[in-house]
T-cell receptor
Framework: ETGVTQSPTHLIKTRGQQVTLRCSSQ?????VSWYQQALGQGPQFIFQ???????GRGNFPPRFSGLQFPNYSSELNVNALELDDSALYLC????????????FGEGSWLTVV | AQSVTQLGSHVSVSEGALVLLRCNYS??????LFWYVQYPNQGLQLLLK??????LVKGINGFEAEFKKSETSFHLTKPSAHMSDAAEYFC????????????FGKGTHLIIQP
């Protein structure tokens, strides 16, 4: 158990729809990041939030957006879903000042049909 | 920017044999290095990490890895494989502050033969 919880665990959406995935960070962690893991691939960094502000972003289009709340929980929003967005979405939390140990949740499986 | 190369998408060893999973990295600044394990339909579990200091790092479940700067490598080893070690293993690199997140390799699927 890493203390990072994600919801929902599985969902199916139609192409063009919007989706919101949620993450609750490990207690005391002030940094949350999101990763996309396509089937058979390593996770790809989407973006990171530190103290409610985005402070790093990978090579993902603007239709991928996020929020971090005062309690350090987070949301990942994806608009205009495409079939290639089907993947496991992983949330990770860390305490920025502690040396980059990053703990992952179990992930949310998104299928776009 | 950083990158990670994991040599061998699949590695098969016999139960009780040495496990060696290879990882090479590229980083323009001193790296932080990680090994994660992923069991089927689960998230990522941290096995071990290197930040600074001792280059031989011990992790959970009997795994260890050695940071070799001259070879830009961070290979993962375990002296004796167990059936429960069968999983996907990912090597990852980041830098202090981690604003670019973790950069992962493509993973190595470890198969344990009885």
């Amino acid at each position: 158990e890493t203390g990072v919880t994600q919801s929902p665990t599985h969902l199916i959406k139609t192409r063009g729809q919007q989706v919101t995935l949620r993450c609750s960070s490990q207690s005391g962690h002030n940094t949350v990041s999101w990763y996309q893991q396509a089937l058979g691939q390593g996770p790809q960094f989407i973006f990171q939030y530190y103290r409610e502000e985005e402070n790093g972003r990978g090579n993902f289009p603007p239709r991928f957006s996020g929020l971090q709340f005062p309690n350090y929980s987070s949301e990942l929003n994806v608009n205009a879903l495409e079939l290639d967005d089907s993947a496991l979405y992983l949330c990770a939390s860390s305490l920025r000042e502690s040396g980059n140990t990053i703990y992952f949740g179990e992930g949310s499986w998104l299928t776009v049909v | 920017a950083q990158s990670v190369t994991q040599l061998g998408s699949h590695v098969s060893v016999s139960e009780g044999a040495l496990v060696l999973l290879r990882c090479n990295y590229s980083s323009s600044v001193p790296p932080y290095l990680f090994w994660y394990v992923q069991y089927p339909n689960q998230g990522l579990q941290l096995l071990l990490k290197y930040t600074t200091g001792a280059t031989l790092v011990k992790g959970i479940n009997g795994f260890e890895a050695e940071f070799k700067k001259s070879e830009t490598s961070f290979h993962l080893t375990k002296p004796s494989a167990h059936m429960s070690d069968a999983a996907e293993y990912f090597c990852a690199v980041s830098v202090w502050g981690g604003a670019d997140g973790l950069t992962f390799g493509k993973g190595t699927h470890l198969i344990i033969q009885p």
